[in-house]
T-cell receptor, first 112, second 112 residues
Framework: QKEVEQDPGPLSVPEGAIVSLNCTYS??????FMWYRQYSRKGPELLMY????GNKEDGRFTAQVDKSSKYISLFIRDSQPSDSATYLC????????????FGQGTRLTINP | NAGVMQNPRHLVRRRGQEARLRCSPM?????VYWYRQLPEEGLKFMVY????????ESGMPKERFSAEFPKEGPSILRIQQVVRGDSAAYFC??????????FGPGTRLLVL
């Protein structure tokens, strides 16, 4: 079983729709949670960084963490074609190892 | 403020040759991480270094792979005697206190 599970998609939605992306994890030691966006043949770009359970909002993006269910989500409001990319969730432990553990990534396409 | 730089961006090697990948972290960052991304997969941690020290190499293959981050100059990931299975995108990330990691554009290695 993978430490972090993420549906690879692909996910295709019309412009303006609300997009929901999700990851589940098995290790309760994970305390820091991140979402990265990766355009084709580019490096991952940090979108959101959260620590505690609850919601964190940044513009059209909202990150949600539910540690009791070991479940994290990224919501994109008013989606735009420029949001088309692969979205990767990542997480690491509060102390000790600093490596990030990534989900497989979800490929998202926003259709004009 | 320049981001993480990696070179070369593309590297072609024949089986048995050596591949040397370079990473210059963001200004002020002293923590460097290397990740590998196979096609249609998420990023997999390889190694975490600070200046002149390997902190965590739990993701590094036991043979042929090595990494360093000298006091002066870039971090280098070296792959000796490359095989076709080494073909992948290799990403470097850097951070200042081991939390938020910022990624470079990657080096795409193709082994013929």
């Amino acid at each position: 079983q993978k430490e972090v599970e993420q549906d690879p998609g692909p996910l295709s939605v019309p412009e303006g729709a609300i997009v929901s992306l999700n990851c589940t994890y098995s290790n309760s030691a994970f305390q820091y949670f991140m979402w990265y966006r990766q355009y084709s043949r580019k490096g991952p770009e940090l979108l959101m960084y959260t620590y505690s359970s609850g919601n964190k909002e940044d513009g059209r993006f909202t990150a949600q963490v539910d540690k009791s269910s070991k479940y994290i989500s990224l919501f994109i409001r008013d989606s735009q074609p420029s949001d088309s990319a692969t979205y990767l969730c990542a997480m690491n432990r509060i102390q000790g190892a600093q490596k990030l553990v990534f989900g497989q990534g979800t490929r998202l396409t926003i259709n004009p | 403020n320049a981001g993480v730089m990696q070179n070369p961006r593309h590297l072609v090697r024949r089986r048995g040759q050596e591949a040397r990948l370079r990473c210059s972290p963001m200004k002020g960052h002293s923590h460097v991480y290397w990740y590998r991304q196979l096609p249609e997969e998420g990023l997999k941690f390889m190694v975490y270094l600070q200046k002149e020290n390997i902190i965590d190499e739990s993701g590094m293959p036991k043979e042929r792979f090595s990494a360093e981050f000298p006091k002066e100059g870039p971090s280098i990931l070296r792959i000796q005697q490359v095989v076709r299975g080494d073909s992948a995108a290799y990403f470097c990330a850097s951070s200042d206190r081991g939390e938020t990691q910022y990624f470079g554009p990657g080096t795409r290695l193709l082994v013929l």
